[in-house]
């Protein structure tokens, strides 16, 4: 191993091409009870952006290169670093450092390639996978047999959420914004997607549940979806909020939050302990991972870059124009 390697670093805040730079720095080392990985492909995610942006900057003794997911091969092990081997395939959740030759991860955030997988589709499945268990399953507590709407459905989020939640026995809706994104939400297992630029969600899915509602939301978008999330809701249902693309401050009538015996809940994955992430990484391990190795399930890549066209990446991204996931190849 070389003593430097090549990344994108953050240089400033502004646009993609004006301040993501790619640099040489010092590689990192693998400290107790973390695999440094070879970086063969590394994730793009909305985060990404944002810190880009000046409006999510890394928690406290994370790298500030940005990227947190990856996939390659163990290079290095420190000590009490588990039953790991130098050389064996491996993805991963970070919490910064993707885009770049090496990373440093915590072991228990770190889960083999499944078997059949490229190291550029396993780099599309820790952000969102570990999100949507934790978002879903586990605040959202979807169950087979009930109902999911997500919003955002052609995302890489979305894109895993529909898979996972059909897969697992739910009758999942999706909202997209065009009618060639909404039939990718349909061929991925949605039971109908929604054109939220020319249907109205909320009527949507009434009609679609025989006036019930649905049992789960899971949400990104925030601002005015709130309260017709809330109005979307069958009884008992839990809104799930990951994310505020249109903003994070609305007028809600929380009302039939008590009527109809509602939860609201939200997380944020980033800032969560190693021993949190590590607990949803044995949950994927066990229960989605299977799914994954038998064909059941398969990460929807749109486009990928090398690491030096970071900013394509991004600007890609922020056009909205893509299905599922884009990737960065060291």
């Not at 994730?43 to 997911?69: M, W």
């Amino acid at each position: 191993m070389t003593e430097t390697m090549r990344c994108v670093e953050i240089a400033g805040k502004g646009g993609p091409p004006e301040v993501l730079k790619a640099t040489t720095r010092p590689r990192p080392a693998a400290g107790d009870g973390e695999i440094l990985i070879r970086v063969g492909a590394a994730g793009v995610n909305r985060p990404d952006v944002l810190q880009r942006q000046g409006g999510y900057p890394p928690p406290a003794g994370a790298s500030d290169i940005p990227g947190l997911e990856v996939a390659g091969t163990v290079a290095a092990l420190g000590a009490g670093a588990g039953a790991w081997n130098v050389g064996d395939p491996v993805c991963a959740l970070v919490s910064g450092g993707g885009y770049a030759e090496y990373v440093a991860a915590p072991a228990p955030q770190c889960l083999p390639i499944p078997k059949g997988l490229s190291p550029v589709e396993a780099a599309g499945l820790p952000e969102t996978f570990f999100t949507v268990w934790t978002n879903v399953f586990e605040r959202g507590r979807l169950v087979a047999g009930e109902t999911l709407l997500v919003h955002g459905g052609s995302s890489g989020i979305g894109t895993s959420a529909i898979q996972m939640a059909s897969r697992l026995g739910a009758r999942v809706f999706a909202t997209a914004g065009s009618a060639e994104k909404c039939t990718a939400c349909e061929r991925l297992g949605a039971a109908s997607a929604i054109n939220y630029r020319a249907t109205d969600f909320v009527e949507a899915v009434k009609e679609l549940t025989g006036g019930r509602g649905v049992d789960v939301i899971l949400d990104m978008v925030g601002a005015d979806y709130i309260e017709r999330n809330i109005r979307a809701l069958a009884p008992e249902g839990r809104l799930v909020q990951i994310g505020f693309q249109k903003g994070a401050k609305a007028e809600v009538n929380f009302m039939p939050l008590m009527l109809k015996r509602l939860t609201y809940t939200g997380s944020t994955l980033r800032i969560q302990s190693t021993a949190s992430k590590g607990r949803i990484a044995e949950a994927l391990r066990t229960t989605i991972w299977p799914l994954i190795e038998a064909g059941d399930i398969r990460p929807v890549i749109h486009a990928t870059f090398p690491l030096e066209r970071a900013a394509d990446a991004h600007r890609l991204m922020e056009s909205n124009a893509h299905i599922g996931k884009i990737i960065l190849t060291t």
